[in-house]
């Protein structure tokens, strides 16, 4: 078969030629549905509106994985088995399917090039927020305010308070942390840099890419770790280590996880590479079968994701209840200008946020958060319950899973998209908070150190949990999402609105009306 086509891709339709992404999402979606509710399942196969109606199913997946501590297991293991399924990947003119690419593909060997960091800098962890640098008592006090507000939940608060009570746990020497896109704007690269980890950087061969990752190795105190198709010389210059260095996690996903079974050392795998679009599922894709690959081979490997709060998400019972007490204790102001628009809009807009608890065999009741997003498109939610689905299936064959939910942060490329930028920047009218890319990156990198360090943390396999889906409730940083008076994509066009008022106009006045 004669092709262009290079790596991991969506199948290519045979009557059209072409690969259809939402077809393909369909396809994995009604699987995952198939066993725990097999209306749904068939729904989703014949939605004719996918890119509109995709949140129906998702939210779907999460109502059925309430109703037993079992199905959760089952939908990630037919969405996985699915996934892996349709997928293909092409090397050299061949096509294979994504599930045999480990065995069937000649790869060919990474070399190792190993960088020390030039610093003797203890491990100190800090949070930037706002222009300050919070540790000790202010940093507590604004974990206070946040959890308050309900900005976070009491167990991501807690997390950090015992990040800030043990600082020893900061000193990452004895672990080997792999990163998934390391040059990523909203990962750890340059904390765990100041925390002499181990580093395994996996990222595109780029220059301007490698040139960042280096100088920040270079200023702390880590050893870095990174793959290149040739053998190089120890002391190769820097100027030349960037041209050289990098690995694509799309077209050489199976050197990638041969290189890393081959490592010597335990492996903490973090999956947080990012790409727009259909891309990001391809990327989620690669980066689950690199997982999966390493994790059989090396069974004391653990796992890292960050979750998007713009989601869909089982919940606990107080959440919902917090919820509707917001809703109900909406000023005068709010209630007639929410409802008016409303009713204009014809219930479209400031739909109530959550009510329904669903009960479930081991006798709680949750609630449904559904954060979903319709601008940010069914590959985005793909690319994300991809994640969730590993970390659920991984955790519950014995791994430690580290998975958090990160709040809403301004990075590039949640700010190129015009629509969610002015919506952040509204949000605090439905007290949301998003958060910088410095601040994120402090509060999750420490999140994810608290998973690996403390025995009692629901990363652990060993720590009991009522059911497979709080282990995404628990450490949670919503940015207040969870908690809002309103169904949060009906709120965030009058967000957006005010955002983009705000940018141009004075709009103290208006905020105080729909507050009083």
């Known amino acids: ?41 068939m729904d989703a196969l014949t939605e004719k509106n996918w890119r509109k109606n995709y949140p129906i199913y998702f939210k779907a997946l999460v109502e059925h994985g309430i109703r037993s501590t079992n199905n959760p297991i089952t939908i990630a293991k037919q969405g996985l088995h699915k ?8 090397r050299n003119g061949q096509r294979y399917l994504l599930k045999d690419i480990m065995n069937d593909v000649d790869t060919a060997d990474l070399h190792t090039v190993q960088l020390r960091g030039e610093s003797d800098a203890a491990p100190e962890w800090y949070v930037p927020y ?33 990040a800030q009570a043990h600082p020893e746990w900061f000193n990452l020497s004895d672990r080997t942390m792999v990163l998934f896109g390391a040059g990523s704007e909203a990962g750890p690269l340059t904390w765990l840099s100041k925390w002499k980890a181990n580093i395994v950087a996996v990222d595109l061969p780029n220059s301007r890419v490698w040139d960042r990752i280096l100088k920040t190795i270079q200023q702390g105190n880590a050893t870095l770790y990174a793959p290149c198709a040739e053998k190089l010389a120890e002391n190769t210059p820097t100027a030349t ?40 599922v391809r990327v989620s894709m690669a980066m689950d079968s690199i997982m999966q690959y ?115 942060t301004t990075t590039h490329s949640v700010t190129k998209n015009p629509l969610l930028k002015a ?66 994509r009906t709120a965030l066009p009058f967000a957006a609105i005010y955002g983009f008022a705000n940018d141009k106009l004075p709009m103290k006045k208006i905020y105080g009306l729909f507050k009083k």
């Open 1 to 41: 078969m004669s092709t262009s086509l290079d790596g991991l891709q969506f199948p290519i339709n045979s009557a059209s030629n072409k690969a259809s992404t939402s077809q393909t999402g369909k396809e994995i979606i009604a699987e995952a549905l198939s066993i725990v509710d097999n209306k749904s399942s």
């Open 83 to 90: 996934a892996h399924h349709s997928f293909d990947f092409y």
């Open 130 to 162: 706002k222009g300050q640098k919070l540790q000790g008592q202010a940093l507590l006090d604004q974990i206070q305010t946040w959890q308050d507000a309900g900005i976070i939940e009491l167990s991501h608060a807690d997390a950090l308070r015992a």
């Open 241 to 280: 280590l960037k041209k050289k260095l990098g690995a694509d996690l799309l077209t050489q996903t199976p050197e990638i996880a041969h290189w890393l079974s081959q490592s010597e050392h335990q492996l903490d795998l973090a999956a947080i590479a990012y790409l727009d679009g259909e891309k990001h």
């Open 294 to 408: 390493v994790s059989e081979r090396k069974a004391d490997t653990s796992l890292m994701f960050m979750c998007t709060p713009t989601d869909v998400y089982a919940v606990p019972k107080e959440v919902v209840e917090a919820s509707h007490e917001k809703f109900q204790q909406r000023s005068k102001t709010q209630q007639i200008i929410s409802k008016s628009i409303s009713t204009v809009s014809g219930q479209h807009f400031f739909k109530e946020n959550l009510k329904t608890l669903i009960s479930s065999d081991n006798g709680k009741e949750y609630g449904i958060a559904d954060c979903l997003v319709v601008e940010q498109g069914p590959n985005y939610a793909l690319a994300k319950r991809i994640q969730q689905w590993r970390a659920t299936l991984a955790r519950h064959s014995g791994q430690r899973v580290s998975i958090n939910i990160a709040p809403s």
């Open 423 to 488: 919506a952040f920047n509204g949000a605090s009218l439905f007290d949301v908070e998003s958060f910088s890319p410095e601040t994120t990156n402090a509060l999750m990198a420490a999140l994810w150190i608290h998973d690996l360090r403390n025995p009692d943390s629901v990363a652990n396999p060993e720590t009991p949990l009522a059911h497979p889906l709080e282990l995404m409730m628990k450490g949670a940083n919503h940015g207040g999402l969870w908690r809002v008076a309103y169904l949060a």
